[in-house]
């Protein structure tokens, strides 16, 4: 829910519904921008294409599989899709999102408001408990703000860095920014509460990332949340196993009948397709493009698609003098824009989008989804042009190109592995030698977060629907203290892109109620960056989910979630 202030009082308004026609009448707040997200109603489209049957009376095992594992056990640990979305199940945020609108709704917390311009109020749900028993109350809501924003965890996003959270009592909690903050809520979906009880009887209040030289603690391989699903077993990179909450407070609401769920990573694509088909399994994803009419064509088994939010793109080292993986010595030539320009016209972005997604992802001009809060038609990609490109390197300095390492994960996203391969190729006709390298994400990623690659690919899709979200996380610079550690801001902007332009815009979008002037805002941000070539932005990938005819009901959703909860099996 949301509430505004008025005259001294405080208004307040239900989280869905009736409320959402109020939100109309004072502006941008609560995700209504959502609505108008292009990719929810092809959404409704795929999902109105599921096949919906009565729920069965005996419960059933659901198997399923993807290309890569979870990290850990600790949702804090990783920002990193699959992780948090399989985890959601067993930590759950204050809020979560319908699968179909995407709009905002309760979860732990049952309202909220805004009592005062830099203060939410959050009202918390009462009588849950967790997996061991434990009551639920406000105590773990500020320990589990503590916790995100402390030692280890890569979640830090998820809170302004300067909040101070509050307990009213023990189903009450403030969250008093330094600033107004319009979207303080947004990404909380995956911003799971933990037992602070918990937590300090099994030694786990910081989190440990292995990749790191961690010692791993409880929270590495055990959970203890309030949701739906309770973690009974984990293997790491063979399968991780997770039993039905008969206890959940939302049991009633979101109706299932799977009492098992066992996950499995599988990384070859292959042997993926082959489980899916053989019934070894009754999911699987992402679905190889090459493999859609195979699996659509096999009796009992087919692949709904539908647009994701995720923007796959690549990024460049902007920060060191000399690039630590290339032939040039004594300078970076990514720091001249015209290079960067240059591998971007380099890059046929139609020949990646027929040839290798086979029609099954949208190009982008922008670093976010048509639809967000923020994107804007009026940017347009610049044209495929490998002349163009060469007379770009050569006004540089580079007239016959240069050598350079591409890091590109090959278990991550649709066609990852494809894509760079193309690539090569193609940036070779523009006189760069390219070097590929590929790696699974849960080291390269780790890599990455040291800073130690010249030109990555990654790819990113905000929670909150917003601008704001890419913007801070990837285009913020990175501010370092006296000491020369990092601080908050520009989290995951792996190549230290900066623009004191774009810094500014960003702390002016994070605090502007009103939409019209956020709009603009949004707007100056994202000509900047384009302007500046900061990212090479691809393509909006697809969801391309396979499924057998032993799943009875499946929701697609946009943030490519596969919610246990909303699935009936036969």
């Given at each position: 829910?949301?509430?505004?202030?008025?005259?001294?009082?405080?208004?307040?308004?239900?989280?869905?519904?009736?409320?959402?026609?109020?939100?109309?009448?004072?502006?941008?707040?609560?995700?209504?921008?959502?609505?108008?997200?292009?990719?929810?109603?092809?959404?409704?489209?795929?999902?109105?294409?599921?096949?919906?049957?009565?729920?069965?009376?005996?419960?059933?095992?659901?198997?399923?599989?993807?290309?890569?594992?979870?990290?850990?056990?600790?949702?804090?640990?990783?920002?990193?899709?699959?992780?948090?979305?399989?985890?959601?199940?067993?930590?759950?945020?204050?809020?979560?999102?319908?699968?179909?609108?995407?709009?905002?709704?309760?979860?732990?917390?049952?309202?909220?408001?805004?009592?005062?311009?830099?203060?939410?109020?959050?009202?918390?749900?009462?009588?849950?408990?967790?997996?061991?028993?434990r009551p639920f109350t406000a105590d773990d809501v500020v320990f589990s703000a503590q916790r995100a924003l402390g030692k280890g965890s890569d979640l830090k996003g998820?809170?302004?860095?300067?909040?101070?959270?509050?307990?009213?009592?023990?189903?009450?909690?403030?969250?008093?920014?330094?600033?107004?903050?319009?979207?303080?809520?947004?990404?909380?979906?995956?911003?799971?509460?933990?037992?602070?009880?918990?937590?300090?009887?099994?030694?786990?209040?910081?989190?440990?990332?292995?990749?790191?030289?961690?010692?791993?603690?409880?929270?590495?391989?055990?959970?203890?949340?309030?949701?739906?699903?309770?973690?009974?077993?984990?293997?790491?990179?063979?399968?991780?196993?997770?039993?039905?909450?008969?206890?959940?407070?939302?049991?009633?609401?979101?109706?299932?009948?799977?009492?098992?769920?066992?996950?499995?990573?599988?990384?070859?694509?292959?042997?993926?397709?082959?489980?899916?088909?053989?019934?070894?399994?009754?999911?699987?994803?992402?679905?190889?493009?090459?493999?859609?009419?195979?699996?659509?064509?096999?009796?009992?088994?087919?692949?709904?698609?539908?647009?994701?939010?995720?923007?796959v793109f690549f990024g460049f080292d902007h920060e060191h003098k000399e690039l630590l993986h290339s032939s040039v010595k004594g300078k970076n030539p990514f720091k001249?824009?015209?290079?960067?320009?240059?591998?971007?016209?380099?890059?046929?972005?139609?020949?990646?989008?027929?040839?290798?997604?086979?029609?099954?992802?949208?190009?982008?001009?922008?670093?976010?989804?048509?639809?967000?809060?923020?994107?804007?038609?009026?940017?347009?990609?610049?044209?495929?042009?490998?002349?163009?490109?060469?007379?770009?390197?050569?006004?540089?300095?580079?007239?016959?190109?240069?050598?350079?390492?591409?890091?590109?994960?090959?278990?991550?996203?649709?066609?990852?592995?494809?894509?760079?391969?193309?690539?090569?190729?193609?940036?070779?006709?523009?006189?760069?030698?390219?070097?590929?390298?590929?790696?699974?994400?849960?080291?390269?990623?780790?890599?990455?977060?040291?800073?130690?690659?010249?030109?990555?690919?990654?790819?990113?899709?905000?929670?909150?629907?917003?601008?704001?979200?890419?913007?801070?996380?990837?285009?913020?610079?990175?501010?370092?203290?006296?000491?020369?550690?990092?601080?908050?801001?520009?989290?995951?902007?792996?190549?230290?892109?900066?623009?004191?332009?774009?810094?500014?815009?960003?702390?002016?979008?994070?605090?502007?109620?009103?939409?019209?002037?956020?709009d603009q805002l949004l707007h100056d941000a994202w000509k900047t960056t384009i302007d500046d070539v900061a990212y090479i932005p691809l393509h909006q990938q697809m969801?391309?989910?396979?499924?057998?005819?032993?799943?009875?009901?499946?929701?697609?959703?946009?943030?490519?979630?596969?919610?246990?909860?909303?699935?009936?099996?036969?």
């Amino acid at each position: 829910m949301y509430a505004r202030s008025l005259g001294g009082k405080t208004r307040v308004l239900g989280a869905g519904g009736a409320a959402n026609k109020r939100l109309r009448g004072v502006g941008f707040m609560l995700g209504q921008s959502v609505a108008r997200i292009g990719v929810v109603a092809s959404l409704a489209m795929a999902t109105a294409m599921a096949v919906v049957l009565a729920a069965p009376a005996q419960a059933k095992t659901l198997k399923w599989a993807s290309q890569g594992d979870l990290n850990s056990a600790d949702q804090y640990m990783r920002n990193q899709t699959l992780s948090l979305s399989i985890m959601s199940h067993v930590y759950e945020g204050l809020i979560r999102r319908d699968p179909k609108t995407l709009a905002i709704e309760p979860a732990l917390a049952e309202r909220w408001e805004i009592a005062e311009p830099t203060r939410w109020r959050f009202y918390l749900r009462k009588g849950v408990k967790f997996h061991d028993g434990r009551p639920f109350t406000a105590d773990d809501v500020v320990f589990s703000a503590q916790r995100a924003l402390g030692k280890g965890s890569d979640l830090k996003g998820r809170l302004p860095a300067n909040v101070v959270v509050k307990k009213v009592d023990d189903y009450t909690v403030d969250f008093i920014t330094e600033k107004p903050n319009p979207i303080l809520h947004y990404e909380w979906t995956t911003w799971g509460i933990y037992s602070k009880g918990w937590a300090i009887d099994n030694k786990a209040t910081e989190v440990a990332d292995p990749s790191k030289g961690d010692a791993p603690n409880a929270a590495t391989t055990q959970a203890n949340g309030t949701g739906p699903f309770k973690l009974v077993s984990r293997e790491a990179d063979v399968k991780t196993v997770f039993a039905v909450n008969n206890d959940w407070w939302g049991k009633d609401k979101y109706k299932h009948n799977v009492t098992e769920v066992i996950f499995r990573p599988i990384t070859s694509a292959p042997t993926r397709v082959a489980a899916l088909l053989s019934g070894e399994i009754d999911f699987m994803e992402p679905v190889p493009v090459q493999d859609i009419d195979r699996i659509n064509k096999n009796k009992g088994t087919k692949v709904v698609t539908a647009p994701e939010t995720r923007i796959v793109f690549f990024g460049f080292d902007h920060e060191h003098k000399e690039l630590l993986h290339s032939s040039v010595k004594g300078k970076n030539p990514f720091k001249d824009v015209r290079v960067r320009q240059a591998f971007l016209q380099a890059i046929d972005i139609e020949a990646i989008k027929t040839k290798v997604m086979r029609n099954l992802a949208l190009p982008s001009a922008m670093m976010v989804a048509k639809g967000f809060e923020g994107w804007d038609v009026a940017f347009k990609r610049l044209p495929h042009n490998p002349e163009a490109a060469k007379k770009l390197l050569a006004d540089a300095g580079y007239p016959n190109g240069f050598e350079v390492q591409l890091d590109c994960p090959n278990d991550r996203y649709v066609n990852d592995e494809a894509i760079c391969q193309a690539v090569v190729g193609m940036l070779q006709r523009a006189g760069v030698k390219i070097n590929l390298v590929t790696k699974t994400n849960t080291v390269l990623f780790g890599e990455y977060q040291k800073f130690e690659t010249s030109f990555y690919m990654l790819g990113w899709a905000p929670g909150s629907y917003d601008s704001w979200n890419p913007l801070e996380f990837l285009h913020r610079s990175v501010p370092v203290d006296k000491d020369g550690k990092s601080k908050p801001g520009g989290t995951f902007n792996y190549g230290r892109y900066g623009n004191p332009k774009v810094d500014a815009l960003i702390d002016q979008i994070g605090q502007e109620t009103d939409k019209k002037k956020r709009d603009q805002l949004l707007h100056d941000a994202w000509k900047t960056t384009i302007d500046d070539v900061a990212y090479i932005p691809l393509h909006q990938q697809m969801i391309a989910w396979g499924s057998r005819d032993s799943i009875a009901k499946l929701e697609p959703h946009a943030g490519n979630e596969l919610l246990w909860y909303h699935v009936m099996m036969k």
